[in-house]
């Protein structure tokens, strides 16, 4: 075996000189210096990632060089503006940290109709503030079943239903012209099996027959299944499906979502191509979809291995040598400790957040803010140059993803407690307002996630008289912690809960349809009228990201937390000592008093930052039930 030094002498050398020939490139063509420059700087990387995954085979080089021809191939197709674009986000990558940022989320045909209806939508999106739209995937998938676009058929090919790969082009160019980022998925786990791969595969046509992780028996899959988590158990047992022939396939999500087999490293090259193309559509950030099951190892949960996170850093390093400005946001919906282990400038750039989504829930639920706390104070910090993706409700299911030794510490039993948020927001808690639906019950292991519309959850749906400020409550966290807020569309003006989709034989047996509503037309006419609850959650929430962009301590990533000495409230200093931001967040539906000697430090004559209100805190403060400010703390 050749030194990692020596290797790397030897595919630069050669990248340089075959790259150029291979692909018919000019001397003078201005586009390579540019590109030898990055290759200069980014292989090492991309060596040090793909070494480990395929360098003990006896081609390493060749599929090294076929690698770098798919990422000159890249980078030749990426149109100017997009280039230009680069060098924008590459002189400033903290971006994602700055106050201005607002994330919006949608889908195209529920939300908008089709690809020009979101472009249509775009003066709206502005009228909210919102800088970044991630729009759930839009290309070609089966008719029917299809996981709301996460089987995808082609990725080079818009779902005719909403429009073409011309109109999507337009939307990311008009998005830009708007100030707004658009953000699509790279569902790279796994392919459709409508997938012109997969069916190849399925044929055994030449080349194809290690794309996914197909096994003529059960003697393979029995032996994986023994360590694998169940992720869809309403669909399918386990994580393998039968195909008609008798054989099996890795499922781990639906049965017609085939897993991608990185261990072959032709997938690794296609699946680069495709990436690269959906980045010259105009794509600013990857949403990288399941991230955790993207390695398999047999004897292992095959979720998380190193060798995922291998794959992730190569299409890293891949994108900083043929598209630089694009960045990643990682799904990992997993323990905290793992959802981390994703985050990095030379990984993923972002993250969601699921350990604040759950746990704002979960103060919710017991009006306690200790587990979310605790999360503030040592769970938020992330490496330079990355940052948290901040939401309340998206398109999936809430799972309850803290970390048992974390509510251990706190005396609270992660089983036990598990099973007592589910039965709160499914309603069958004795006091609990909210109108959830169950998700993948599996009552043989007692796990359980959660469905429903931010308003459904909170108790709009049920009427209950506090259910508008727990919204507002959790979207003014959500607006205040530190990384990018990502409001699901509709949520701002209080979308309920919708059955219909149980009309549906492609959807009723997946209960997350029921917060995937086509758009609530009546709620959204209503919105400017503060006398209907859609007017004054959308006043609220107005309010609420006026009060950001106009802070710039809610830009960057400090966050200190503020002990309250109140079980109920949540407080937490942003920005930098002396001249602070105070968050204070009332989680229970009595009103809190806090005593003026927490104050000590600060001035007492100050002023909130959402209402503008000048404040006395002499005799203390006291919020009302679900009650939240943003206080200047001025310790100067
Ligand atoms: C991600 C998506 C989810 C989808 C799954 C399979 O978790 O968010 O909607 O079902 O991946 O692609
Ligand atoms: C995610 C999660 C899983 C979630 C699913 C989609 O990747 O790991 O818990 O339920 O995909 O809903």
Known sequence: MLTRDQQLTLA?????????????????????????????????SLLGEL?????????????????????????????????????????????????????????????????????????????????????MPPFLCPEAHNDGGYAVSSYRDVNPALGSMADLRALAAALRQAGISLVLDFVFN???????????????????????LIFPDRTQPDAYERHVREIFPDEHPGAFSQLSD?????????SYQWDLNYANPAVFNAMAAEMLAIANVGTEVLRMDAVAFIWKQLGTNCENLPQAHQLIRAFNALTRIAAPGLMFKSEAIVHPDEVIQYISPQECQLSYNPLQMALLWNS????????????????ARLPAHTAWVNYIR???????????????????????????????????????????VPFQDNPATGDCRISGTCASLCGLEQGDVHAVARILLLHGVMLSTPGVPLLYLGDEVGTLNHHGYLDDPAKAGDSRWVHRPPRDVARYAQRNNPATEAGRVFAGLRRLVAARKKSPEMGGPEITPFGTDNPHVLGFLRGLYPHQLLVLANFSDQPQHLPNS?????????HEQVSGER???????????????????DCA
């Not at 280039?83 to 940290?97: F, G, H, S, V």
């Not at 008798?246 to 639906?254: A, E, K, L, Q």
């Not at 919710?364 to 769970?379: G, P, S």
């Not at 805190?617 to 009650?627: C, D, E, F, V």
């Open 615 to 633: 404040l006395d805190l002499r005799q203390g403060l006291t919020l009302p039930a679900y009650g939240q400010v943003w206080l200047h703390f």
């Open 190 to 212: 796994h392919t459709s099996d409508e997938h012109a791969w997969a069916r190849a595969a399925a044929a055994g046509e030449p080349g194809y027959e290690d794309f996914y």
């Open 246 to 254: 008798g054989r099996w396939v890795w499922t781990t999500f639906h």
């Open 51 to 135: 070494a480990p995954l395929y360098g003990a085979r006896p081609d390493f080089l060749d599929v090294l060089t076929t690698i770098l021809r798919t990422a000159w191939q890249g980078w030749r197709a990426r149109p100017a503006d997009l280039r230009a674009l680069d060098a924008r986000r590459e002189a400033k990558p903290d971006w994602m940290l700055s106050e201005q940022m607002l994330g919006a989320v949608c889908y195209a045909d529920l939300h908008c109709g089709n690809l020009q209806g979101v472009l249509k939508e775009i003066p709206y999106l502005q009228e909210l503030g919102v800088t970044y739209l991630h729009i």
């Open 364 to 379: 919710l639920a017991t009006t306690q803010v200790n587990l979310l706390h605790l999360a503030l104070a040592e769970r």
């Open 12 to 44: 630069l050398a050669h990248a340089r000189a075959r790259l150029p020939q291979d692909e018919g490139i000019a001397k003078d063509d201005p586009l390579w210096a540019p590109f030898s420059n990055r290759l200069q700087q980014h292989l090492p």
């Open 394 to 436: 998206g398109h999936d299911d809430i799972g309850w993803t803290f970390a048992d030794e974390d509510a251990t510490r706190l005396a609270i039993k992660g089983f036990d407690h598990r099973k007592f948020l589910n039965q709160f927001y499914v309603n069958r808690f004795p006091g609990s307002f909210a109108r959830g």
């Open 598 to 606: 927490l104050f000590n430090a600060a001035d007492p004559l100050t």
